[in-house]
Every structure is written in structure tokens, then in C-alpha cells.
């Protein structure tokens, strides 16, 4: 079994820039994909970003954030990164990490979830 807990969420304005974190309690981190997810009420699961197990590997974005955010991690201290730039209103969600055996897009061959954080920009 494996938590993760969502940190980081807040509000910006457009144009600025957030960090979210998300803390593993698994020591078994490394050895799973790590992807960020949206989520919009009355919207399904939208992906965002996705790293493999290890740092320097793979990564997959959206084309909708594709050169603002940035996904990464730190293995040593079980946690994965959204560096979050050039914000829009649009990127107002509930995002919500998770860990896949596969480095994946689709939130369907996600096995672990955290709570999510409200991420709300302003115009």
C-alpha cells in the first residue's frame, strides 16, 4: 500500500507560478511512475504530467501545459514535483497525484491516489 499526500495548492494569479508536492509514505516509491492529474467538477480526470521511476528518466506532458510545468521527483525523499509557470485561469483545478507500476497517461492504470489540492488562478 502506498499514501501520498498533496501539497502546495493555493492561489495565483495568472502569469505566476506554483510547486505542488506530493509525499509518499511508501518506501517502495522508486519503484513506480509518478503522473499528475485535474480535475474540474462535472469534468472527468484530465492528465497533466507524468515522470518514470527514476528521476532521470521519461516524461510525458500535456500538450495544454507542455512547456509551462514541470514534473519531477526525489527519490531519496519519496516525493514528486509540479513545478507549475506561466499560469492561466484555465489551469484552475483539483490536481491530484498518483502512482502507476507503467509510465502511463491514462488515470485508469493508476493504482494510488492522493487527496487532491485546489489550485485556483485568477484574471
Known amino acids: 500500500q502506498m499514501q501520498l499526500a498533496e501539497s502546495g495548492g493555493g492561489l495565483a494569479q495568472a502569469g505566476g507560478s506554483l510547486r505542488l508536492s506530493c509525499a509518499a509514505s511508501a518506501s517502495t516509491f522508486g519503484s513506480y511512475a509518478m503522473g499528475w492529474f485535474r480535475q474540474t467538477p462535472g469534468k472527468e480526470r484530465e492528465f497533466v504530467a507524468a515522470i518514470s521511476s527514476w528521476s532521470g528518466g521519461r516524461q510525458y506532458y500535456a500538450d495544454s501545459v507542455k512547456g509551462r510545468f514541470t514534473i519531477s521527483r526525489d527519490n531519496a525523499k519519496n516525493t514528486v514535483y509540479l513545478q507549475m509557470d506561466s499560469l492561466k485561469p484555465e489551469d484552475t483545478a483539483n490536481y491530484y497525484c498518483?502512482?502507476?507500476?507503467?509510465?502511463?497517461?491514462?488515470?485508469?492504470?493508476?493504482?494510488?491516489w492522493g487527496q487532491g489540492t485546489q489550485v485556483t488562478v485568477s484574471s
Open positions: 498518483a502512482a502507476s507500476v507503467l509510465l502511463v497517461t491514462d488515470h485508469a492504470r493508476y493504482d494510488y
